[in-house]
């Protein structure tokens, strides 16, 4: 009697092990396709992220106030992208209004460009601010 209740026992062990290792592969069959899925989609590239980036910068106004080497209403593409990487800051973050000014912080001026923020960089694709910023990263 003893020995059929061992038996059993590894019998039922046996088959709970199996069943968790087929739930795993299971899972992981799942997970596959679509980490492939991600992989294929066509990422821009970088060059594409930077061509947009040129043109939104003239079509959204960008450059009526931002130059790429001199300040003319606000701070040159070259000292905002300089300050970024020194501080290690986001172009994005401040684009999408979470990040405060670091670059020029006079009240005055900060205003201005939160009017900008404020009225059509809010209106903006994440893609469209990853291309702004990859391209104001480009003229560094
Ligand atoms: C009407 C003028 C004007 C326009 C248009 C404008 N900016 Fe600005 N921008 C400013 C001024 C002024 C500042 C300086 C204040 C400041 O640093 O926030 C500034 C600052 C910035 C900064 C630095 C922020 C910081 O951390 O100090 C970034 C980045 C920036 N602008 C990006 C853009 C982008 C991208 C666009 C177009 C989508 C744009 N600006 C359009 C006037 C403008």
Sequence with gaps: MKKILFVFTIVSLAF????????EEVKKEVEAPAKEVAKEAPAESADDMV??????FTDKTCVSCHQ???KIVGP??????????ENNASLV???????????????????IMQANLDGFVKDLKEEELQALA???KSNK
């Design 16 to 23: 709970v092990s199996c069943g968790e290792t087929k739930k």
């Design 51 to 56: 061509a947009l980036g040129e043109k939104l």
């Design 68 to 70: 790429l080497d001199a």
């Design 76 to 85: 040159s593409v070259k000292d905002i992208v300089k300050i970024y990487e």
């Design 93 to 111: 973050e401040f684009l999408k209004g979470n990040q405060e000014a670091i670059v020029d912080t006079d009240a005055g001026q900060v205003a």
């Design 134 to 136: 990859a391209y104001m």
